[in-house]
């Protein structure tokens, strides 16, 4: 509270009351619901529709837009994730040339509110905080897609559509319209709450990093966390997503090359082991391709990759005719929208994504967008990977401690990378949500931190308290913010 003084006397002549806030653990909770509203994705379409999933949207954007108007977090606002932002104002410019504009603007809907949430979370709540939310949002979606799973089984008795629809004895479609198969107590694939496999994998992979690491952290109580790691397991095992199981081999690898990395003592060190795992990485990236055929048959997946090579040469096609603007933005792709309904059909059903980011960006924005998401993904990733890193100590200094909760950015990263390849999640719901919200947590971070150059700030450990030290509360300003 601000006092001035007068005459001398010592008392308080006016005061500024001190703003209202609301109580820190219903922000966190908010954060909590919305970071699991965007995990949810398709279980929103499945559970309530189009409408529903779009009022929900609109009513979780307004009431974070009041939290922070409530709150007013003081933050760095010229370190928002410009990058992300250019892409995101590419997509919005589209709208000038598109040839499905009520698909563009549809969706644009969706993602300003889910970069407008990103930045909102990223804003209330310290590095800590969002990764506990992040966990807290994991833990919510595994529990609800074993209990559906197990009411879809044990109550419902068969399988399920959309919109809590029995399907009729007369059913001629396939299976991939259901919601759940009923498959929980036999050996084939669960869907959980998302409808989708896939979707399942690659939540309970996220949540094996972070519990897993908060594990090894001791970043809570050991017993639980031990049993929602084995859940997770569970789930990913359930899901049999050959591609988070790509994900899962290279989070492997990136985790092992940190660990070596943060021990190495001089930049020397550190360039020789960048040649070394750099030459190992192309290495095992060309065995991987030359012995694809036998990789797949062990996964037990087609060498076509589902179907996805068809799909990837009809758009191809379709952006070689607008290369460098594309043909407007819609992700996903709106199966009622002219265009769209029946272009590229999966055993009965409208396809809604390439099944790739770089060939979905590239068939609506063009090489423009490609570059503008490339540059975003990546920024983000070198970022990450630094906070990870942190920076090598100087001649007599003791090495800085540095919490391997600190690896969640970059392994979240590493989920993107290889995710993108054969799937356009990272460029809707939660994929794009936690690469704009952790792009724009790590930048919140001061240059003085831990004496890290200004051109080489990497440590970020302020807007990261992880380990000691008081966490930024809130309203109180960012140390060093202008």
């Keep these: 509270m601000a006092s001035h003084t007068r005459g001398g006397s010592g008392t308080d ?33 499945m559970a309530v529709g189009v409408g529903g999933s779009a009022v929900v949207v609109a009513v979780t954007t307004a009431v974070s837009a009041a939290i922070w108007l409530i709150q007013r977090p003081r933050r760095r606002w010229r370190r928002l994730p410009w990058f992300a932002l250019a892409y995101v104002a590419w997509a919005v410019l589209s709208l000038l040339w598109t040839e499905w504009p ?86 084939d694939r669960i869907q959980g709450i998302f409808g989708n496999a896939n979707s399942l994998a690659y939540i309970a992979l996220l949540g094996l990093v972070v519990f897993g690491l908060q594990i090894n952290t001791r970043a809570g109580r050991r017993g639980p966390l031990v049993a929602w790691t084995l859940l997770a397991a569970f789930c990913f095992w359930r899901g049999s997503s050959a591609t988070a199981a790509m994900c899962a081999i290279a989070i492997a690898i990136v985790i092992v090359v ?100 770089w ?21 983000f990733t070198w970022r990450a990977w630094f906070l990870a890193l942190g920076r090598i100590p100087r001649p007599g200094d003791a090495r800085e401690p540095r919490s391997r909760l600190l690896l969640i950015p970059a392994l979240v990263a590493t989920i993107l ?5 054969t799937e356009s999640s990272p460029l809707l719901n939660w994929g794009w949500f936690l690469l704009v919200m952790l792009a724009f947590a790590i930048k919140q971070a001061p240059a003085s931190v831990r004496g890290t150059p200004v051109r080489r700030r990497s440590t970020l450990a302020a807007a990261w308290p992880l380990e000691g030290g008081a966490p930024i509360e809130r309203g109180a300003p960012v140390e060093g913010a202008a």
Excluded: N
């Design 102 to 187: 009520r698909a563009t603007a549809m969706t644009l809907a969706l993602l300003l509110a889910t970069t407008a949430q990103a930045i909102f979370v990223a804003s209330v709540l310290t590095g800590r905080q969002i990764i506990e939310a992040i966990a807290a949002a994991v833990k919510w979606m595994l529990a609800l897609s074993i209990a559906f799973e197990l009411w879809v089984s044990l109550i419902w008795q068969g399988p399920i559509l959309p919109g809590f629809v029995r399907p009729g004895p007369d059913f001629t479609g396939d299976p991939i319209m259901f919601w759940s198969r009923d498959k929980l107590f036999t050996d």
């Design 417 to 421: 990378l290889v995710q993108s390849i």
């Design 359 to 379: 060939f979905d960006v590239a068939m609506q924005l063009g090489i423009v967008g490609v570059l503008l998401f490339a540059v975003a993904l990546g920024a």
């Design 13 to 45: 002549a006016s005061a500024t009351p001190a703003p209202r806030r609301l109580p820190l653990r219903l922000v966190r909770a908010w954060c909590t619901l919305v970071i699991a509203s965007s995990m949810a994705g398709t279980a929103w379409l």
């Design 258 to 357: 940190v660990l070596l990395m943060r021990r190495a003592r001089t930049a020397r060190t550190r360039r020789i082991l960048y040649i070394v795992f750099t030459v190992t990485g192309v290495a095992l990236i060309t065995t991987l391709w030359i012995a694809r055929e036998a990789l797949f048959e062990m996964l037990g997946r087609s060498s076509d990759l589902s179907g996805r090579k068809e799909i990837w040469a009809t758009v191809g096609e379709r952006f070689a005719e607008s290369p460098i603007i594309g043909w407007g933005y819609s992700v996903p792709w709106v199966p009622t929208d002219p265009f769209f309904d029946g272009w590229i059909v999966d055993r009965g059903v409208t396809v809604m994504q390439a099944h790739s980011t």
